[in-house]
């Protein structure tokens, strides 16, 4: 029997209270360096370097605490898991297609919440997906996380970093955790460059303590890897979202000419972020939104009228 390494996967949520606890050591250890060590002082000195040290010091704590909000939204928010006893709603035209071959047309779908079993012969329409592990009926796009040990929706993938799956109903929040992470490391590394260079000067033009100038290099450069590792992730997810796929559907994509969730870049991004601008940049839905877009709770996605069948 072939070794499967995924059986191990449950027990990553041992490195949850970890992970967080280094995000929190980060956080803390760029905010000495940027704040107390370096930028802090120059507000009391007046003059030119006071005004730019108080607007380094206004935009890091915006970005900060947009992180901050973000991060904790990705961890306390549910991706998204299938509703107890989901079955989708067969129309007419699907009760024929139970009796036709499975090279035949795929019944219509809608999804829903229903507490009722399964009907019968329900099973053998085509186009219908089954968990073996929760032992239900999968909704479209839904995929089983070995770490959580159910199904999410819309499931992109599971994320040591926040402790949780990413998925229909935290994928924006995620979104913006890697957008505002990324401009606050970027900042970061440049406000810290002058002194990154003093370091390799033998401390000539040093202000502070040599621990202090010490902290402020560790964190020029823990700034710099997650600013470069940020850049390539946000490419790649904003590539994600201008063609309407996840993570994990990027190699199911690659098997077909079209792919039947993309909408058009503009539908895509409004898939994700909704359609009031106004809630673009915060880790939030409008009232609106959750209202006229059913594609934010995960259960129901539009498809491409040409290849829909």
């Not at 992180?67 to 990705?74: A, S, T």
């Not at 928010?77 to 079955?87: A, F, I, L, M, Q």
């Not at 303590?209 to 402020?216: D, E, K, M, R, V």
């Not at 560790?218 to 063609?243: D, E, Q, T």
Request: hydrophobic fraction near 45%; charged fraction near 15%; charge should be positive.
């Amino acid at each position: 029997m072939a070794w499967n390494a995924f059986q191990y996967c449950s027990r990553l949520r041992i490195l949850g209270s970890f992970m967080i606890l280094l995000v929190a050591a980060i956080i803390g250890l760029t905010y000495y360096a940027v704040i107390i060590t370096t930028y802090g002082p120059q507000l009391s000195r007046g003059g030119s370097d006071a005004i730019v040290a108080f607007f380094i010091v206004l935009v890091f704590h915006i970005l900060l605490v947009m992180l901050i909000w973000c991060y904790f939204m990705v961890v306390m928010t549910d991706p998204g898991s299938v509703p107890r006893n989901w079955r989708p709603i067969v129309d007419e035209e699907a009760a024929e297609a139970q009796t036709m071959p499975i090279s035949a047309s795929l019944p219509s779908v809608s999804n829903t919440a229903c507490p009722q079993p399964l009907v019968g012969g329900m099973a053998q329409i085509p186009g219908l997906r089954y968990c073996v592990k929760c032992e239900n009926i999968k909704p479209p796009r839904s995929h089983h996380c070995r770490v959580c040990q159910r199904c999410i929706l819309k499931m992109d993938h599971h994320c040591v970093w926040v402790v949780n799956c990413v998925g229909a109903r935290n994928y924006k929040f995620f979104l913006l955790f890697l957008l505002y992470t990324f401009l606050a490391t970027t900042l970061d590394t440049f406000v810290l460059l002058p002194c990154f260079i003093n370091f390799f000067k033998g401390f000539q033009n040093r202000t502070g303590s040599s621990s202090g100038l010490a902290t402020t290099f560790l964190a020029f450069i823990l700034n710099v890897a997650f600013a470069l590792s940020l850049l390539g992730f946000l490419i790649m997810h904003a590539s994600l979202v201008s063609s309407n796929t996840t993570t994990i559907e990027v190699y199911e994509k690659k098997k077909t000419s079209r792919w039947r969730y993309d909408m058009g870049r503009k539908k895509n991004f409004e898939q994700v972020f909704g359609k009031q601008k106004l809630c673009w940049l915060f880790p939030l839905y409008a009232e609106e939104d959750l209202e006229t877009l059913p594609v934010l709770n995960g259960l129901d996605f539009p498809v491409r009228p040409d290849v829909e069948g």
